[in-house]
């Protein structure tokens, strides 16, 4: 199955690639939680990005994963880090960026279909993810939260200058060829040189040993150690079965608890629920109790359906009356 997220060993370390969309072909955060999970402690992470960001849910889940790696993480923009993809590019401990990439902010958004309350709701939701990507941007950069509210709103690209300016990044690392297969003409503000790069059709780029990034989305030497790596990926096919298993595990149950979610009436509620790896048992209960939170006690003050207790016949009312008269 084909995934947005490469994990693989080196001798250096681990390398980490996200070269698409986050959470496209359905593949969720779970899979990478559940690999990024299995290596050592103190491993020393090179995370290299080029995506155009996609679930801001699964990008929260593993920006907060990689903060809680206790080994050093180092992020290189490959390309370009967009919507969620920047935000867990602030995870890393040391940020190197290319001098003709680009980094975007901006407000999360959503879709949803269904009734007012379930906009409320979702409006609600997107409210406090805008609130979580601010902090992080601002623990990055040092900036004040209003001013990066400010940068989100107006969907804000950053080349490697402005962003170390700003203090997104810690280096600019040299110019690599910008090659992309997703559509960045959607956003409203990108840099029409990255449209137009993003447009022209993929030439095969012959490995560059002594390249600082990659040059190409689709070309992923190990610059360090080529035939190491061809070796060590020759000894790894029963891991990558392994690593199949995981990951349509993962999918399973993360289409089940979306569904739930969805049968609940709580959308918003299926990012947490995947970020804590929560059970289908625990996501049932929470979902009853997070129903029952919202659900408003029936009084006789609300319009009931039936004749109420307090109802009496226009018999009775009639009677009452004319007794009362005379």
């Known amino acids: ?36 999970g299995a290596l050592p402690d103190d491993a020393a992470i090179d995370l290299r990005l080029n995506s ?38 602030m995870a890393g401990d040391t940020i190197a960026m290319p001098e003709n990439a680009f980094l975007m902010i901006h407000n999360p958004s959503g879709l949803v279909m269904g009734t007012a309350e379930d906009m409320r709701s979702t409006a609600e939701a997107l409210d406090k993810v805008k609130g979580s990507l601010i902090q992080g941007y601002a623990a990055k950069s040092g900036k004040a939260d209003d001013e990066i509210a400010t940068l989100m709103a107006a969907e804000t690209w950053l080349d490697a200058q402005d962003a170390l300016d700003l203090g997104f990044i810690d280096r600019i690392a040299e110019p690599v060829k910008l090659a992309a297969s997703f559509d960045v003409a959607r956003f409203r503000n990108a840099p029409p040189e990255l449209v137009e790069a993003a447009s022209e059709p993929e030439e095969p780029a012959a490995p560059d040993p002594q390249s600082e990034g990659v040059a190409d989305a689709n070309t992923l030497p190990d610059h360090e150690h080529p035939a190491a790596e061809t070796q060590t990926m020759a000894a790894s096919e029963p891991a990558m079965a392994d690593t199949a298993s995981v990951r349509a595990e993962a ?46 006690d029936i009084t006789a003050a609300h319009a009931q359906p039936g004749r109420a207790a307090t109802t009496q016949s226009w018999g009775d009312v009639i009677a009452r009356t004319f007794k009362t008269k005379g």
């Open 1 to 36: 199955m084909k995934s947005w997220y490469t994990i693989r060993a080196r001798a250096s370390g681990t390398e980490v690639l996200i070269y698409d969309e986050i959470g496209a072909y359905g593949v969720t955060a779970k899979g990478f939680l559940a690999e990024l």
């Open 52 to 89: 155009p960001g996609g679930s801001v849910f699964d990008a929260v889940a593993i920006y907060n994963a990689l903060k809680r790696h206790a080994g050093e993480i180092t992020v290189w923009i490959d390309g370009i880090a967009a919507s969620a993809a920047s935000y867990i590019a």
């Open 251 to 296: 999918i399973a149950h993360a289409r089940a608890v979306i569904d739930l979610c969805r049968l609940a009436g709580q959308p918003q509620m299926a990012g947490r629920f995947l970020e804590e790896d929560v059970g289908l048992d625990e996501v049932r209960n929470r979902l009853l109790a997070a129903k029952a939170d919202v659900t408003p």
